[in-house]
């Protein structure tokens, strides 16, 4: 019974079309019910499951077999443009391609895909977060403003973070280590997951979630710290010039909150709550009453970052404080005297969850 | 049988052992399925109803040294009783005809040559991802070896949206083609 009862290609094209849109994206009330009358032919149903399996075969491939996957060269958008006519089974001659290739280049060099690919620096803007795929294979998630910059050469794996936070899901090579330079230290693992924090102040936190890592410091001969080892659930903080805190247990799943659009306020004080939430925005939250710091003010449970109005709309809620929009501000003061307007409820789910 | 630790070991502890992997199963995919449940339902309260289903089918019949994809059974099993409610739900009237052959669970001895076969099924599907165009491949890879979001996607290729639906449709269709070709039927595989 080897189900050789051919399914039509448009068949297992819908089936994959509605795979993509099970996996990704939303789906509308109106797409919903055309996949519900879709579902209908019990032959859909039959190709759907289909898809099913064989993606979550991909997903459920061992490490060993996925990282041969994950380590051949991805197809870059060189050539946005170029690779949209090459979808297509259509050909293009060497000297035409490469001539339209140089016109192209020049034109999209604007373009923020195009100029990664020459530059092999990645970034984000404030509040903004993403993922990007270095040449090796490897994860990194990119925190609100921040940047990093692929530095290895043939031989070596190396990325410079410049500025920000990333978190780095590494892609198992025994051979060749992963190196992250962070102004004059370096973070040196295997096949780790890990979160480097490069704050404002100068000062860097590394938080480890999975294998381990080794920091040096390479400033000054002798170094201002000996070598420090880290494992999951570890943290430390430095800055070039000495330890601010060694290695101590944190939860580190809930340290990279972020990843998920939210900041964890558990144990932190308020102060630094609001100078967290600044990260994520243009537009500043400033303390303008010394007694919102003396008043020792605890919050708990998780804020949405990419929600900023609705994140402190969640504060005023919940703590003594009155929250006061100033333009180009946002201005926190005591309930005590809130004779100024308050902020208003954002139309958004309060929780900040995208 | 490959159980050859079984004379040494109590009853009690070997069932410990199996109610331990079906909880890890279970909770390691819970997150993502339910989203992937709400989306096919529309509605969160009949998805955790299926997931409800699913582990207790699960509890019942599943038996980890039998099973060489646990989470594509899971993902199979989730996928079957979200398609009997939709029916349910949709023909109330009609006579539900002839299973789709989807709820097949094992229920009687793998055959031995199991391990072998899903070594085989692995290398098909790796060796027919390499084979694909660098387009598509880099895509399929993306989202579901490396688990990036379809917008992080289309930004650091410097592509569309809809250009990365069209490429993983076409990659996807392609994969399920060769595998076809190979003589893999993917509604059995478990």
């Given at each position: 019974m080897t189900a050789q009862n051919k399914l039509p290609p448009a068949v297992v094209d819908e089936a994959a079309a509605w795979t993509n849109a099970l996996d990704n994206g939303e789906m509308s009330e109106d797409q919903r019910v055309d996949f519900h009358a879709w579902l209908d032919d019990p032959r859909h149903a039959r190709a759907l499951g289909e898809m099913r399996t064989l993606v979550s075969l991909i997903q459920e491939l061992p490490e060993r077999k996925a990282a041969t996957l994950r380590r051949m060269p991805l197809a870059h958008a060189r050539f946005p443009l170029l690779g949209r006519l090459m979808d297509r089974p259509l050909q293009l001659t060497a000297i035409t391609g490469a001539a339209l290739a140089i016109l192209i280049v020049a034109a999209w060099l604007n373009v923020r895909a195009v100029r990664e690919y020459f530059t092999q620096s990645y970034s984000t803007e404030t509040g903004e977060a993403r993922t990007i795929v270095l040449k090796d294979g490897s994860v990194v998630h990119l925190n609100t403003k921040s940047r990093v910059r692929w530095t290895g050469t043939g031989k070596d794996r190396r990325v410079a973070l410049e500025l920000g936070e990333a978190l780095f899901a590494v892609s198992h090579d025994a051979t060749q280590p992963f190196r992250v330079m962070v102004g004059n230290s370096e973070i040196r693992d295997l096949a780790t997951e890990f979160d480097v924090y490069r704050k404002s102040n100068g000062s860097v936190v590394v938080t480890v979630l999975s294998g381990q890592v080794a920091i040096k410091d390479l400033g000054g001969s002798p170094p201002a710290w000996a070598e420090r080892q880290l494992k999951p659930n570890e943290q430390i903080e430095y800055s070039p010039a000495s330890l601010i805190a060694d290695v101590h247990t944190v939860d580190a799943p809930k340290s990279v909150h972020w990843r998920e659009g939210l900041l964890e306020t558990a144990g932190q004080s308020f102060a630094a709550v609001v100078s967290e939430l600044n990260r994520?925005?243009?537009?500043q939250i400033l303390i303008a009453d010394p007694r919102v710091d003396a008043k020792q003010i605890k919050l708990g449970g998780a804020l949405g970052i990419h929600d900023i109005p609705a994140a402190l709309y969640l504060i005023q809620e919940t703590a003594p404080i009155v929250v006061t929009d100033n333009g180009d501000s946002y201005v926190l003061s005591l309930k005590a005297d809130a004779s100024r307007e308050q902020l208003t409820a954002p139309q958004q789910n309060a929780a900040g969850r995208p | 049988m490959d159980t050859g630790d079984m004379g040494g070991v109590g009853e009690g502890s070997v069932l410990g052992r199996r109610d331990e992997l079906v909880e890890e199963l279970c909770r390691a995919h819970e997150p993502q399925l339910l989203v992937y449940l709400t989306r096919m339902l529309g509605r969160v309260d009949v998805a955790r109803e299926v997931i409800q289903d699913t582990y207790e089918r699960i509890h019942k019949l599943y038996r980890p040294e039998d099973v060489m994809f646990p989470r594509a059974m899971l993902y199979k099993i989730a996928t079957n009783f979200a398609l009997m409610r939709l029916r349910r739900a949709r023909l109330e009237s009609k006579i539900i005809t002839g299973s789709q052959g989807m709820e097949k669970v094992p229920d009687e001895a793998a055959p031995p040559d199991k391990r072998a076969m899903a070594e085989e099924i692995n290398e098909r599907l790796v060796q027919t991802i390499k084979e694909l165009r660098p387009n598509l491949r880099t895509v399929l890879v993306m989202a579901h070896v490396q688990g990036i979001a379809r917008k992080d996607i289309a930004e650091q290729l410097g592509i569309s949206l809809k250009r990365v639906d069209k490429r993983m449709t076409k990659a996807l269709r392609t994969l399920r083609e060769r595998m076809e070709s190979f003589g893999i039927d993917l509604l059995r595989v478990d």
């Open positions: 994520y925005t243009n537009k | -």
